[in-house]
């Protein structure tokens, strides 16, 4: 027991002695972005899949994709959603992806909600706890940069 517990504390401290300060950190951003002493930080991350609504016509399909669309882009302005976009043609009915700049699921599902598209189960979201780069933060202001064409 004794060498078990001499291995473990020349193992913890030989790795303590690989970590080391970065020379490039921003603290300035990393406060503004939220981030931990990892750079990294607490999301919420949807899966948006196929509903159960199957009955609705071309029609309203459309109506609440147009909201759908509509309400992407008010969270994002609001900095509530950090990343948003759809998956290509898959076996799963998964549909798209949010990454919401919350850290409950319980916020995340009010986010969630406000899409007229959830809400009339066109969609269906899984949503769960994330950990991830706090750099996602600046996702928005880096794509407005790299559109040609906006949609």
Not at 58 to 76: I, R, S, V, Y
Not at 124 to 149: F, M, Q, R
Request: a positive charge.
């Amino acid at each position: 027991m004794k060498l078990k517990l001499i291995i473990l504390a020349t193992l913890f401290t030989f790795s303590l002695s690989f970590a080391q300060e970065n020379t490039e950190y921003d603290e300035s951003l990393a406060s503004e972005l939220g981030a931990d002493q990892y750079g990294m930080k607490a999301y919420v991350f949807c899966i948006l899949k196929t509903g159960s609504n199957t009955t609705a016509t071309p029609e309203e399909k459309q109506k609440l994709f147009d909201g759908h669309m509509l309400n992407m882009k008010k969270l994002a302005d609001e900095n509530k959603m950090i990343v948003a976009g759809p998956f290509r043609k898959n076996d799963r009915n998964y549909r798209g992806i949010f990454i919401f700049n919350c850290t409950t699921i319980e916020e995340a599902e009010i986010l969630v909600n406000s899409d007229p598209a959830v809400k009339a189960k066109m969609f269906e979201a899984e949503l769960t706890p994330w950990y991830g780069s706090a750099t996602l933060g600046k996702v928005k202001e880096l794509h407005k940069k790299i559109v040609k064409t906006k949609m």
